[in-house]
Protein backbone atom coordinates (compact mmCIF):
# COMPACT_ATOMS: atom_id res chain seq x y z
CA UNK A 1 0.00 0.00 0.00
CA UNK A 2 3.07 2.58 0.60
CA UNK A 3 3.89 2.49 -3.39
CA UNK A 4 0.62 3.92 -4.30
CA UNK A 5 0.44 6.36 -1.12
CA UNK A 6 3.47 7.69 -1.83
CA UNK A 7 2.70 8.49 -5.27
CA UNK A 8 -0.88 10.58 -4.72
CA UNK A 9 1.26 12.11 -2.26
CA UNK A 10 4.05 12.86 -4.68
CA UNK A 11 1.55 14.02 -7.30
CA UNK A 12 -1.46 16.15 -5.88
CA UNK A 13 -2.96 14.71 -2.44
CA UNK A 14 -1.69 15.45 1.12
CA UNK A 15 -0.25 12.59 3.07
CA UNK A 16 -3.79 11.56 4.83
CA UNK A 17 -5.44 11.58 1.28
CA UNK A 18 -3.55 9.63 -0.65
CA UNK A 19 -3.88 6.68 2.45
CA UNK A 20 -7.45 7.22 2.03
CA UNK A 21 -7.74 7.67 -1.67
CA UNK A 22 -5.26 3.99 -1.27
CA UNK A 23 -7.95 2.52 0.98
CA UNK A 24 -10.71 3.25 -1.38
CA UNK A 25 -9.72 2.24 -4.15
CA UNK A 26 -8.65 -1.54 -3.35
CA UNK A 27 -12.25 -2.04 -1.50
CA UNK A 28 -13.79 -0.71 -4.45
CA UNK A 29 -11.76 -3.60 -6.61
CA UNK A 30 -12.82 -5.59 -4.31
CA UNK A 31 -16.48 -4.79 -4.09
CA UNK A 32 -16.28 -4.91 -7.95
CA UNK A 33 -15.04 -8.11 -8.15
CA UNK A 34 -17.52 -9.52 -5.76
CA UNK A 35 -20.17 -7.81 -8.17
CA UNK A 36 -18.98 -9.39 -11.33
CA UNK A 37 -18.32 -12.86 -9.84
CA UNK A 38 -21.39 -13.63 -8.06
CA UNK A 39 -23.86 -12.94 -10.42
CA UNK A 40 -22.03 -14.98 -12.81
CA UNK A 41 -21.98 -17.74 -10.15
CA UNK A 42 -25.47 -17.53 -9.33
CA UNK A 43 -26.41 -18.07 -13.11
CA UNK A 44 -23.93 -20.74 -13.17
CA UNK A 45 -25.93 -22.29 -10.16
CA UNK A 46 -29.12 -22.06 -11.58
CA UNK A 47 -28.20 -23.70 -15.18
CA UNK A 48 -26.92 -26.73 -13.05
CA UNK A 49 -30.20 -27.17 -11.01
CA UNK A 50 -32.18 -27.22 -14.41
CA UNK A 51 -29.85 -29.09 -16.16
CA UNK A 52 -30.13 -31.73 -13.58
CA UNK A 53 -32.60 -33.53 -14.11
CA UNK A 54 -31.43 -34.26 -17.31
CA UNK A 55 -28.37 -35.10 -16.19
CA UNK A 56 -29.50 -37.61 -13.94
CA UNK A 57 -31.81 -39.48 -16.54
CA UNK A 58 -29.33 -39.67 -18.90
CA UNK A 59 -26.77 -41.39 -16.06
CA UNK A 60 -29.59 -43.22 -15.48
CA UNK A 61 -29.69 -44.50 -18.79
CA UNK A 62 -26.08 -44.88 -18.89
CA UNK A 63 -25.86 -47.22 -16.01
CA UNK A 64 -28.77 -49.61 -16.77
CA UNK A 65 -26.59 -49.94 -20.76
CA UNK A 66 -24.00 -51.01 -18.79
CA UNK A 67 -25.54 -53.37 -15.96
CA UNK A 68 -27.28 -54.73 -18.31
CA UNK A 69 -24.67 -57.67 -19.91
CA UNK A 70 -23.84 -58.15 -16.02
CA UNK A 71 -27.35 -59.26 -15.10
CA UNK A 72 -27.49 -61.21 -17.80
CA UNK A 73 -24.09 -63.24 -16.80
CA UNK A 74 -25.13 -63.38 -13.29
CA UNK A 75 -22.83 -60.85 -11.81
CA UNK A 76 -25.81 -58.86 -10.07
CA UNK A 77 -28.40 -60.31 -7.75
CA UNK A 78 -31.65 -58.99 -9.40
CA UNK A 79 -32.78 -57.01 -12.03
CA UNK A 80 -31.20 -53.54 -13.21
CA UNK A 81 -34.13 -51.80 -12.20
CA UNK A 82 -34.13 -53.36 -8.76
CA UNK A 83 -30.06 -52.33 -8.69
CA UNK A 84 -30.53 -49.02 -9.10
CA UNK A 85 -33.86 -48.72 -7.21
CA UNK A 86 -31.49 -49.50 -4.12
CA UNK A 87 -28.46 -47.50 -5.36
CA UNK A 88 -30.59 -44.48 -5.81
CA UNK A 89 -32.07 -44.94 -1.64
CA UNK A 90 -28.51 -45.19 -1.39
CA UNK A 91 -27.63 -42.36 -3.14
CA UNK A 92 -30.62 -40.23 -1.13
CA UNK A 93 -28.65 -41.46 1.87
CA UNK A 94 -25.42 -39.95 1.35
CA UNK A 95 -26.93 -37.05 -0.17
CA UNK A 96 -29.00 -37.00 3.25
CA UNK A 97 -26.20 -37.30 5.19
CA UNK A 98 -23.90 -34.72 2.96
CA UNK A 99 -26.21 -31.93 3.70
CA UNK A 100 -26.04 -32.66 7.21
CA UNK A 101 -22.57 -32.39 7.24
CA UNK A 102 -23.06 -28.81 4.91
CA UNK A 103 -25.70 -27.48 7.41
CA UNK A 104 -23.40 -28.45 10.17
CA UNK A 105 -20.18 -26.63 8.51
CA UNK A 106 -22.46 -23.64 7.97
CA UNK A 107 -21.76 -22.73 11.84
CA UNK A 108 -18.24 -23.31 11.45
CA UNK A 109 -18.50 -21.38 7.99
CA UNK A 110 -19.60 -18.32 9.52
CA UNK A 111 -17.48 -18.28 12.94
CA UNK A 112 -14.67 -18.69 10.62
CA UNK A 113 -15.66 -15.56 8.12
CA UNK A 114 -16.39 -13.55 11.13
CA UNK A 115 -12.97 -14.22 12.67
CA UNK A 116 -11.39 -13.37 9.15
CA UNK A 117 -12.92 -10.08 9.07
CA UNK A 118 -11.74 -9.32 12.59
CA UNK A 119 -8.49 -10.61 11.85
CA UNK A 120 -8.75 -8.14 7.82
CA UNK A 121 -9.53 -5.17 10.13
CA UNK A 122 -6.72 -5.86 12.49
CA UNK A 123 -4.46 -6.02 9.26
CA UNK A 124 -5.91 -3.03 7.87
CA UNK A 125 -5.35 -1.12 11.40
CA UNK A 126 -1.99 -1.93 11.03
CA UNK A 127 -1.41 -1.08 7.63
CA UNK A 128 -3.06 2.65 8.23
CA UNK A 129 -0.82 2.96 11.28
CA UNK A 130 2.11 2.56 9.57
CA UNK A 131 1.76 4.43 6.42
CA UNK A 132 0.39 7.10 8.81
CA UNK A 133 3.66 7.04 11.01
CA UNK A 134 6.07 6.15 8.28
CA UNK A 135 8.56 8.24 8.29
CA UNK A 136 8.29 8.19 12.38
CA UNK A 137 9.04 4.73 11.66
CA UNK A 138 11.56 4.89 9.76
CA UNK A 139 13.73 7.68 11.43
CA UNK A 140 13.48 5.48 14.93
CA UNK A 141 14.59 3.02 13.29
CA UNK A 142 17.06 4.04 11.21
CA UNK A 143 18.59 6.89 12.98
CA UNK A 144 17.46 5.74 16.32
CA UNK A 145 16.58 9.03 17.47
CA UNK A 146 13.29 10.29 17.63
CA UNK A 147 13.61 12.65 14.29
CA UNK A 148 13.69 15.89 16.71
CA UNK A 149 16.23 18.47 17.44
CA UNK A 150 17.29 19.81 20.22
CA UNK A 151 14.71 22.45 20.43
CA UNK A 152 12.06 20.39 19.32
CA UNK A 153 11.29 21.21 16.07
CA UNK A 154 11.15 18.52 13.54
CA UNK A 155 14.19 17.86 11.85
CA UNK A 156 13.15 18.39 7.96
CA UNK A 157 15.97 15.62 6.80
CA UNK A 158 13.36 12.79 9.20
CA UNK A 159 10.50 14.53 7.93
CA UNK A 160 10.96 16.61 4.81
CA UNK A 161 10.19 20.20 4.39
CA UNK A 162 7.09 19.54 2.96
CA UNK A 163 4.92 17.41 4.75
CA UNK A 164 1.61 17.92 3.63
Known sequence: MSCPVRLLAARALPWGGAIAVSFL???????????????ILLVQLGELVQAAPDLLRRGQDAVSGLLEPLTRRGFLPGTPEQFMARLGSELVGAAQNAIGGILGGAGRLVAGTFNTFIMLFGMLFIAVYLLVDERKIKAAYLGGDSGRRASGAPDPRVFGRDRR
Open 25 to 39: LVFGLVSLGIAILVP
